[in-house]
């Protein structure tokens, strides 16, 4: 079983990407889905999560700024980032609840500069 994270790139500030991470393998049951991020220098930190039922959370850094959602048919998370400022720099990692397994993919970078 494994994740992998798709969608990140250079971007200017203002500018939008999206993020999609896909679960693939053996996967019998996906749970809670999530977006980490770590920036140069900084701690990992919690971006988003959604639950299987479909209730989000975010970081109040990006709150109005980034959506998380899923597709439960295609075991895939996205994160659409928009108004991305220079401090959304960082590597984007996808976590994800899979067969009662915490399960990480293997990281996007996304880099906001002009």
């Known amino acids: 079983v494994q994740l992998q994270a798709s969608g990140g790139g250079l971007v200017q500030p203002g500018g939008s990407l999206r993020l999609s991470c896909a679960a693939s393998g053996s996967v019998f049951s996906v749970g809670d889905m999530a977006w980490y991020r770590r920036a140069p220098g900084k701690q990992r930190e919690l971006v988003a999560h959604?639950?299987?039922?479909?209730?989000?959370n975010s970081a109040d850094s990006v709150k109005g700024r980034f959506t998380i959602s899923r597709d439960s048919a295609k075991n895939t998370v996205y994160l659409q980032m928009d108004s991305l400022k220079p401090e959304d720099t960082a590597v984007y990692y996808c976590?994800?609840?899979?067969?009662?397994?915490?399960?990480w993919g293997q990281g996007t970078q996304v880099t906001v500069s002009s």
């Open positions: 976590n994800a609840d899979i067969n009662s397994y915490s399960v």
């Open positions: 959604i639950t299987t039922g479909g209730r989000t």
